[in-house]
């Protein structure tokens, strides 16, 4: 079909290279109180986080002797679920467990 019209065939240059960029991870923090009992935390920790017991006690210390324990790091929307996760099951519970998100720079 070119053949009989080429004054409408145009040759197309396409940029065959593409950048993947990998997406900003976000830390994910677990927030100490002086209300919310450890087990509760180390609960959060296994059921939220998917941590085993031994991870989660230790982070539970972390966030029990330091103010806060990284839990995990995540691409955003899982990191905002996870903190949103938290504030829900806390609440059903009666705690006020926080949960926090920061971009991770590394």
Do not use: W
């Not at 180390?42 to 330091?66: C, G, W």
Request: charged content about 25%.
């Amino acid at each position: 079909m070119t053949e009989n019209y080429p004054d409408l065939y145009e040759e197309i240059e396409v940029d065959r290279v593409t950048r993947l960029v990998e997406p900003p991870m976000y830390q994910v923090f677990l927030i100490n109180d002086d209300y919310t009992p450890m087990d509760f935390v180390v609960d959060i920790l296994m059921t939220v986080f998917r941590k085993s017991p031994e991870e989660a006690n230790a982070i539970m210390l972390l966030v029990h002797q330091q103010g806060k324990g990284l839990c995990g790091i995540y691409t955003y929307d899982v990191a905002e679920t996870k903190v949103d996760t938290v504030h829900e099951v806390a609440e059903e519970n009666g705690y006020p467990l926080r949960s926090v998100m920061e971009k991770n720079d590394l």
